[in-house]
């Protein structure tokens, strides 16, 4: 199956600070997602996004299919950026998510 | 609107026993999938249904079954419950299984004793 890396996988920032999370994937999908896991394990969408770049406020996400990696962008990092961040690839009957990183913001 | 609403949220079994989680789709979409998460692991894909059938099913043993009903609603059933099957199960809907944003629900934490 396909196989989505994550990198890095822990990350510690003081408040304030930016990040770049990265998502490689060992084969092409049809769609594209990016999630943060909050603590009570509630699965938050940030993104979907196949191919392209958007943005949401301080987020941002990029993903280049042909290379086959995305990347999700976190500026002015706040204490509820806090949790686990996840790519989920999926096409028609693969679903598959990243290995996960886990940020945490210091005040 | 409702979001994807999963029943219950919490329970408590012990080893050998059946148990069934229920899913309730957002209203339209036709797609369901699950996802099994240990804790300190990330989600694994269990199975996706669409339209009443299986469109995809993950690396879980036979014990592991799910259906979905002709209003698009899902239940996840594990027969002969094992320690090892104690986590929060997820489900997730979206339009269709060709494309879609997925949206989840809250899960269903299980405790196995």
């Known amino acids: 199956g396909i196989q989505v890396e994550q990198s890095p996988p822990d990350l510690i920032l003081q408040e304030g600070a930016n990040s770049t999370l990265r998502c490689n994937f060992s084969?092409?999908?049809?769609?594209l997602q990016w999630f943060h896991q909050n603590p009570w394990g509630q699965l938050i969408n940030l993104f979907y996004i196949p191919s392209g770049t958007k943005q949401n406020g301080r987020l941002s996400a990029t993903t280049v299919a042909t290379e086959r990696y995305s990347l999700l962008y976190i500026s002015s990092s706040q204490t509820t950026d806090s949790g686990v961040y996840f790519c989920f690839l999926f096409g028609n009957e693969k679903l598959t998510f990243g290995t996960g990183t886990r940020l945490t913001i210091i005040p | 609107d409702a979001g994807v609403t999963q029943s219950p949220t919490h329970l408590i079994k012990t080893r050998g026993q059946h148990v069934t989680l229920r899913c309730s789709p957002i209203?339209?979409?036709?797609?369901v999938s699950w996802y099994q998460q240990v804790l300190g692991q990330g989600p694994q894909f269990i199975f996706q249904?669409?339209?009443?059938?299986?469109?995809g099913r993950g690396n879980f043993p036979d014990r592991f079954s799910a259906r979905q009903f002709p209003n698009y609603s899902s239940e996840l059933n594990v027969n002969a419950l094992l320690l090892g099957d104690s986590a929060l199960y997820l489900c997730?809907?979206?339009?269709?299984?060709?494309?879609?944003?997925?949206?989840f629900g809250e899960g269903s934490r299980l405790t196995v004793l």
């Open positions: 084969d092409s999908v049809n769609n």
């Open positions: 249904y669409y339209e009443k059938e299986e469109r």
């Open positions: 997730a809907s979206k339009l269709s299984v060709y494309t879609g944003e997925l949206f």
């Open positions: 209203s339209g979409h036709k797609s």
